[in-house]
């Protein structure tokens, strides 16, 4: 009897065994070939020094869906996907509602999908930094409520979203992707509150250049000491992702959520989503409150919703408005209800600069757009220096991070804290060094020098847009982020979305700048645009 009982014990410790190993997608594997490879990449950023992050274990990521994957077939991911794959909220919604589709299948095909890929080394994108453990059971809750309320197909009620790993959310860490912010798990930033209030679901948290690329010199985007390098789906460590943004534009290009959050100082929304062939809106600062997320500059900062199409960015981002007693740049802009019923570029003032127009994808852009009834008229703004535009940066951050780690039982509260934190495992934690951080200590401007330079910044940037008033324009077009730093000191908003692809295979996009308060507009012509031209294609790899 006790050889039978020790006999069932072994089998029993076997069967966990077996158990355990089936769950353990996840696995690190020796990259030294690879990284060996990329040294003769002609780009100095993409001369990577890791891939893999060094902190995560992605398999404690996903033990809190072991049970309901386990149950989740590949026969019925590939029954869900053209449900689901590069469809837009209003037709996810309509699936729901006519029974097609759950919220809880939507969030667990997700789930499923990011996996299915960064746990395969040949296809892993390092987008993610972590998930929601409660992200099931509230799929759950908007379903039962769903089965009592219509729901508005135009709703982000239900949708799985994925958050920069830059912006506060309860229950989980909210790293900016430093080592340091590990443990730093605050309450709700103002916009997480109204997505929630929308009834949107937090998917995650996705990787972000460290720091929101305001660390090292000249090192990789896409780079944290959390998240590892993330890499561009339209090409594996031959394209930039483009950032700080990057897991943002990344994520959403490669249908790893409905869409998601990204922020910008100056660029960081509308390079990534340039790189990645999604449709970014870098909105009018203050118009998304900025309250708890970490921050580079409170003059300049702003978040922005990331998306696969226009009218997914609107929604998004009427679930994001709302204005914030703590943002003293906070503002309430009503929507127009009308938006987007005659979008159409005809008889619209779209303001070309000449000095793109040697750019052949640009340049045929522009002659659909003229073709479409728009006036096209060619400007060419006058080059100025933007100086002084890192003394902004750097005295901003050096007041506005102190700020923001604030009582957070952080074991830093200083820039020159998280240099010395650094400095004691810098292979781990900094690799590529941290000259930018060095750069804010060492810069002596005072904060009353500091307001010169914004306002001088301020009419460089409104010299720089001039044309608008005089030549009555509705949007200034440029390409990609090409002229985000003009645009971060006017405070004007951004709207770029996918204009094509190079002959190499790396996306391009069309980005609309509009004045102040304009956003509604800008969607209005972007989506115009958008339907003329449907140029977005899902990345060969990630269909």
Known sequence: MNKVLTLLFVLFLIGCKQEEKEVEFFKKYDETTELKSQQEHQNPRMKFKLLQSKFLDMNEVFKPFQKELSTFTEEEYSKLKPLIIEQSIPSIQYSIRSGKLSYEKLSLFYLYRIRKFESDSTKYLNAIISLNPEVLKNARIKDSIAKTNNIDNASVFGMPILLKDNINTTGMNTTAGA?????????????????????????????????????CSGCPLGYSAVG???????????????????????????????????????????????????????????????????????????????????????????????????????????????????????????????????????????????????????????????????????????????????????????????????????????????????????DTTTIAQLEVVKQNLKNEGLTYFKDFDEKKLDAILSINNYHA??????????????????????????????????????LELGLAFEKLTQVRKLPKDYE
């Not at 103002?190 to 460290?210: M, Q, W």
């Not at 500059?297 to 919703?305: C, K, M, R």
């Not at 996918?498 to 004045?515: A, H, N, R």
């Open 228 to 442: 590892g390098q993330t890499l561009n789906p339209y090409g594996r460590k031959v394209f930039e992702t483009g950032g700080s943004s990057s897991g943002s534009g990344v994520a959403t290009a490669a249908n790893y959520a409905i869409a998601t959050i990204g922020t910008e100082t100056a660029g960081s929304i509308t390079s990534p989503s340039s790189q990645n062939s999604v449709v970014g809106l870098k909105p009018t600062i203050g118009l998304l409150s900025r309250d708890g997320i970490v921050p580079i500059s409170s003059t300049l900062d702003t978040p922005g919703p990331m998306t696969k199409n226009v009218m997914d960015n609107y929604i998004l981002l009427k679930a994001l408005l709302g204005k914030d007693s703590n943002d003293n740049k906070s503002f309430a802009l009503e929507d127009d209800q009308q938006l987007f019923k005659t979008s159409d570029l005809k008889d619209k003032n779209i303001g070309v600069l000449t000095s793109l127009l040697n750019d052949s994808i640009y340049k045929s852009t522009i002659e659909k757009i003229r073709n479409a009834g728009a006036n096209i008229v060619e400007i060419s703004p006058e080059q100025t220096s933007l100086q002084g535009f890192l003394t902004l940066l750097n005295i901003d951050m050096k007041h506005d991070l102190p700020s923001y780690l604030k009582g957070k039982n952080m074991p830093v509260s200083s820039v020159q804290n998280v240099i010395e934190y650094n400095l004691k495992d810098s292979i781990m934690r900094a690799p590529y060094g941290q000259q930018l951080f060095e750069g804010i200590v060492n």
């Open 485 to 522: 730093a003009y645009s971060a000191v006017a405070e004007y908003p951004n709207l770029t979305v996918p204009m094509g692809y190079k002959d190499s295979g790396e996306p391009i996009s069309l980005t609309f700048i509009g004045k102040p308060k304009t956003e509604f507009t800008l």
């Open 179 to 215: 080592e340091v912010l590990a443990n730093n798990n605050p309450e709700d930033a103002f916009i997480v509150s109204k997505l929630k209030e929308n009834g949107a679901l937090i998917l995650g948290k996705v990787n972000l250049s460290e720091w929101a690329y305001y660390f």
